[in-house]
Nanobody, 114 residues
Framework: QARLVESGGGLVQPGGSLRLSCTASVSIFSFYTMGWYRQAPGKERELVARITNVGSTNYADSVKDRFTISRDDVKKTVFLQMNSLKPEDTAVYYC????????WGQGTQVTVSS
């Protein structure tokens, strides 16, 4: 059964760092462009970072130069290194393909607060 499992979230102070992981139980993982999305309370889900099947990356302006997306195709895992975190980064973070698979994992909560 295809699924996405995110982990690594938590509570961190402003300026801190977190590393998120997502393991995808899907066929031919290496074929897909993968992305990290986030949804803050009362807001729409947004794509914040993506990585193609050849490793090209793209970031939303709000996270550029602070977040880094990477992938391990052997382990079918995608990572998001988040540095210099801000309170406005508080959200539930999800991984998915770009465009999406049509299903979502449970996400992982990131809270940035002093």
């Amino acid at each position: 059964q295809a699924r996405l499992v995110e982990s690594g979230g938590g509570l961190v102070q402003p300026g801190g760092s977190l590393r998120l992981s997502c393991t995808a139980s899907v066929s031919i993982f290496s074929f897909y462009t993968m992305g990290w999305y986030r949804q803050a309370p009362g807001k729409e889900r947004e794509l914040v970072a993506r990585i193609t099947n050849v490793g090209s990356t793209n970031y939303a302006d709000s996270v550029k130069d602070r977040f880094t997306i990477s992938r391990d195709d052997v382990k079918k895992t995608v990572f998001l290194q988040m540095n210099s975190l801000k309170p406005e980064d508080t959200a539930v973070y999800y991984c998915n393909a770009v465009p999406t698979f049509g299903f979502w994992g449970q996400g992982t909560q990131v809270t940035v607060s002093s």
